[in-house]
């Protein structure tokens, strides 16, 4: 039987662990971007533009300037903080934010900590690969199914609950990425919903289709775990989605070289469950940081939301059909509101 979800945490606490450890070397990343902001030269960023602080100042330098400057005050204070930043960060703590070397250069230097590792066999067995919750019952596979190897992720309907506090109709946008059985990261262009008031309704008939996989491609491995990252923006322009894309990029690679480091050696090819991990700890690792942000930063945009499926073999099905269950996922940020209905489906 297939299942879907909304991936909101990690259920393994193992890879939970391992997940939060990348969480840490982020948030020192922001850190970093934020107190340069007030003294360059004693918190010079790294010349790395792959590097976390790249990626994250992207974000930053679209911000207002009363909410960098306080960004900056807020990080250069709990700085003074020692104590109470080793036991945020533990091992983390030693990285020296007055280095210009990455926080993510510095991390790497470090031991990884003995108590974050697992053996290599929990990794595709048992409850640490178990990270996709179904809302669904169990329900008999159909005799004689056909093959379906197209699977597509369709939105249905999105509502504005509460538009914005700016001025004028809100102007609703939706994007994102993808994450296939391999573990490859692919954007979804960024296209407009609608302009809107409170209580405005978009329906797509038929159901718009975001994004689609091939599920009969290699590794014909089954279980196969796919997700969609949806990033959703009030207005477009910013940069947000391009930013969104290269944080999921990031994030994905901090993650896998975690993991490797936990287990004590390199993954090998990803699919089934191993992705299924992985990929999982993507959203939440995103999730994080974007809740580390608003707080820190004060920047209340629209957080991601990640939805999963995982297809059990190329004749499974969901209890409802070809088509999952529709879900909803929620979007708040700057005091507004939305709702997007969306589902999966397969079909030839």
Request: charged share 25%.
């Amino acid at each position: 039987m297939n299942t879907d979800s909304v991936v909101k945490t990690v259920p393994s606490p193992k890879l939970r662990a391992v997940a939060d450890r990348v969480v840490a070397e982020l948030q020192l990343a922001a850190d970093k971007v934020a107190v340069h902001h007030s003294d360059r030269a004693k918190y010079p960023m790294p010349k790395d533009p792959k590097s976390a602080e790249a990626v994250l100042a992207t974000r930053f330098g679209v911000l207002p300037e009363g909410l960098r400057k306080q960004a900056a005050d807020k990080v250069a204070a709990d700085l003074k903080a020692t104590a109470t930043r080793a036991k945020r960060y533990g091992d983390l703590a030693h990285v020296d934010l007055r280095s210009p070397a990455s926080v993510g250069a510095q991390a790497g230097k470090l031991k990884f900590p003995d108590r974050l590792k697992f053996p290599p066999a929990e990794l595709g067995n048992g409850p640490e690969t178990q990270v996709l919750e179904t809302e669904s019952a169990a329900v008999e596979p159909e005799a004689a199914t056909a093959p379906l190897t197209k699977l597509s992720f369709r939105i249905h309907k999105v509502k504005c609950v509460e538009e914005t506090n700016e001025l004028g109709k809100d102007e609703f946008y939706l994007g994102g990425n993808t994450i296939d059985e391999s573990g490859d990261v692919h954007k979804v262009s960024q296209f407009k919903v609608m302009s809107c008031h409170s209580g405005d309704v978009k329906t797509y008939l038929p159901p718009r289709e975001f994004s689609w996989f091939n599920i009969a491609e290699a590794p014909v491995k089954f279980p196969k775990g796919y997700f969609v990252v949806l990033g959703a923006a009030e207005k477009d322009g910013g940069g947000f989605a391009d930013y969104l894309d290269k944080l999921l990029d990031l994030v994905k690679t901090k993650v896998i070289a975690a993991v490797a480091a936990a287990i004590g050696g390199i993954i090998g090819a990803p699919g089934g469950p191993i992705t299924a991990a992985i990929g999982a700890c993507v959203g939440y690792v995103v999730g994080k940081i974007f809740d580390f942000l608003k707080a820190w930063w004060g920047d209340d945009v629209f957080a991601p939301k990640q939805t999963s499926t995982v297809i059990a073999s190329l004749t499974a099905r969901w209890t409802t059909g070809t088509a999952s269950p529709q879900r909803t996922v929620v979007f708040s940020g700057h005091g507004g509101k939305y709702e997007v209905v969306y589902d999966w489906q397969l079909h030839a």
